[in-house]
């Protein structure tokens, strides 16, 4: 069965600098989708940015940007110039291509200090 | 606009009731999923659903049911052998050709 496993649980960083958040999983496909979701105190899953594993290219969103790493199965979050509106749980996600279900990790608080 | 709407935000169960949530999508959405999150906790999946009439069992299903009877409409009943009820639930949305899950802004279920 798919896992993923995100290993810190808070993190925090100061305001326009940089921080990267982990995420590893584990996989017999080949072919899948990663994703990164914020839920901000609103408690509103909003989706940050996605990868699919068929590309070799890192995906980039605006400040937001990913290390994914197929051979060693990791998925990275990399937040740049962070703002105080960053502060929120985020969570990695999993879906395999061939299957409708998504599985999430346990999430990292992210601390944005002023 | 389209979206996922979940009714209501805040519930309130009496030991030993049954208690429904609402789950409704005009997103057009083949895939209609339920999680589950505790505080400080991620999302565990409850049930999914990939077309009318079928669902699957995720990983904590039990005390728990649904249906699938319109494509829109996703409801779950939180039961009376569910002893443990209090979370924030969130229902979701998908289909192919959009390879992300679209969220409702979820129901916070209380014991009293």
């Known amino acids: 069965a798919q896992t993923v496993t995100q290993s810190q649980p808070e993190m925090s960083v100061q305001e326009a600098e940089t921080v990267t958040l982990s995420c590893t999983y584990d996989t017999s496909e080949s072919d899948y989708y990663l994703f990164w979701y914020k839920q901000p105190p609103s408690r509103q899953m909003i989706l940050v940015i996605r990868q699919e594993a068929y590309k070799q290219q890192n995906a980039t969103e605006n400040r937001f940007s990913v290390n994914f790493q197929k051979a060693a199965k990791s998925f990275s979050l990399k937040i740049s110039d962070s703002q105080l509106g960053d502060a929120a749980m985020y969570f990695c996600?999993?879906?395999?291509?061939?299957?409708?279900?998504?599985?999430f990790g346990t999430g990292t608080r992210l601390k944005v200090l002023a | 606009d389209g979206g996922i709407t979940q009714s209501p935000k805040y519930l309130f169960r009496k030991e030993g009731q049954n208690v429904t949530l609402s789950c409704e999508q005009n997103l057009n959405h083949d895939a209609m999923y339920w999680y589950r999150q505790d505080p400080g906790q991620g999302l565990r999946l409850i049930y999914y659903?990939?077309?009318?009439?079928?669902?699957q069992k995720g990983d904590i299903a039990e005390g728990y049911s649904v249906s699938r009877e319109k494509k829109e409409s996703f409801p779950l009943t939180v039961t009376s052998a569910q002893k443990n009820p209090t979370a924030f639930y969130l229902c979701?949305?998908?289909?192919?050709?959009?390879?992300?899950?679209?969220f409702g802004s979820g129901t916070q279920l209380s014991v009293l």
């Open positions: 996600a999993y879906r395999g291509s061939g299957t409708y279900k998504y599985i």
């Open positions: 979701a949305s998908s289909t192919v050709g959009r390879e992300k899950l679209f």
């Open positions: 659903s990939q077309i009318v009439n079928d669902f």
